[in-house]
């Protein structure tokens, strides 16, 4: 082969190998990329006598494999199979094969192949169907302003609200919708819904929880899932939400609520007050839970996916919360996913009893109550798990979500324990006392990050601001995590760290778990007296932007 080839071989593609496809099967030669790509050396994978490439095909595609190499046998032509192989290290990749078979001047065949890796894009792929349609859940998107109407339904969410096909019975419900997403959820809930959306549009923060709905057939429904802001074709801001039908769920809770209260009036004075008693040693119990200690501190709705047969359970995806929720880190999620593993033992790190997760995958739905070790406050999560049939050997879903946040729509949220003071110098104190910043550096820092009102800082943008005569540099951007480090360890040494987060290298503060004279100047909450007296972040030169804006607004 042309040095020129070879190197574009190398270079271009995950591999190239080339078969000769008369008995017996064997590679004649292998690129150096593919060797790589598999872990292998040339040696490894090439003999005379035997098909060394076929062993690390997966054995429920190798069959399927084997057929293909024989179809190019037979005669001149281009084929193309896609198929799992698995690598020296045991890692399972997905592999796309075109392989053309050409007939020597020996008169045997011989056939050229090229792999490509797809693995990133099946992952993706995986993560769409599981949001899309696996669960399965509904989706739809409405505009950001006005009436917000809507713009999209997939067919899971027209199912869901009992939209009939003929287009003539559905044409009004659909333009309904059309101007207004609010026409088809119920009186009752509108106000929440609104609230919900003026919070998503202010923080841009996803919000999880349930709305009251009237199905296209006249029927009341229920539907919980959660809203997040995107955006559409033309660039334009629009929300999403991301549904499940859990009408039938909630029926079935409020007749048992209505036997129980049925039950109880019926009962004598001291029955009752026994009752009172155990459910007052019930939720004592909950708060109580100690394992529950593992699950993440700050936790935010999020999604799993498990194939279960029988006692055994295969990760399929997760969102980054839910790992934490499962006492995993995201790389040690990624080493189990082509691995089977007990039940038992998949939840064990969460220090649940395994009785409530035999709970939530029968009965459908469970609620955690737990101590948060942070702030010492009772929070619950809710987990409803959902499979397409009911058959244990198919893949099951797991949709979480942390209720505080209806706690606090309702009016009942806690103050939190973290005061920020913007107008005058900045400061930052924890139950009243200042915290003492041992370096400059991280407190300017989470000014920065403040003054950004709860956006995502990234680290080019967090450099140009901390080090603005500096360009940025390898040696600039070393030191910029070094601050950051900094910052995180000394929000984790006074039990806040999560009022900040970090995603992908970018950081922001979390609005929702701090007080600040700026935010609620920003609010429009009525005071009896402005705290605003002219001077902002004093500390830095960089928040004159900011200033301006609030010497404008006076």
Known sequence: MAGNEKKILDECISGYHEYALTSPVHLTFVSSNLCAFLGCLPEELLSDSADLYRPLVHPADSVRYASFLEDLSRSEKTGRI??????????????????????????????????????ELKKENDNLQFTNSTIPCGMLRYAAEDGHGVTYMNDVMKDMLRIPSDPDSAGVYLKALEESVFSMIGEESRDRAARALQSVARSGSPYSGEVDVLFADGRPGRLFGWISRCRNRDGGEEFQSICVDVTNRHLENEAEESEKVS???????????????????????????????????????????FEILGEYVRPLYASDNAYEFFGYSGEDWSEMLNKSHTIREFVSRTGLEYERFEELFDKGEA???????????????????SSLEKNPSKPKYVMLYNTDKEQEAGGQKQPSRVRIRTFGYFDVFVDGKPIVFKNEKPKELLALLV???????????????????????????????????????????????????????????????????LYEYLSGREVTESPFRGSYLNNYSWAEVTLGELMNRE
């Not at 009172?276 to 939720?283: F, G, I, K, P, T």
């Not at 800082?457 to 910029?480: F, Q, T």
């Open 82 to 119: 896609e198929y799992r192989i698995m690598k020296k290290t045991g890692e399972m990749l997905y592999v796309a094969d075109s392989m053309t078979s050409r007939k020597g001047k020996d008169g045997n065949m011989y056939g050229f192949s090229m792999l490509t890796d797809f693995t």
């Open 451 to 517: 003054d950004r009102k709860g956006g995502f800082v990234s680290s080019e943008e967090a450099i140009g601001v901390l080090w603005e005569d500096e360009p940025a540099s390898p040696v600039v951007l070393a030191r910029y995590r070094k601050v950051a480090l900094r910052l995180k360890n000394l929000l984790e040494e006074y039990d806040i760290a999560g009022i900040m987060e970090s995603v992908s290298g970018k950081r922001r503060i979390v609005p929702e778990e701090v007080e600040c004279d």
């Open 367 to 385: 609620e955690f109550v737990y101590r948060d070790v942070r702030t010492g406050r009772k929070r619950t999560i809710r987990a409803v798990c």
């Open 263 to 305: 039950a109880l009036k019926t009962e004598n004075a001291e029955q009752r007050k026994q009752v009172s008693v155990l459910q007052d040693e019930n939720a004592s119990l909950k708060e109580q839970n100690e394992g529950m200690q593992r699950i993440v501190q700050h936790f935010t709705e999020g999604g799993a996916a």
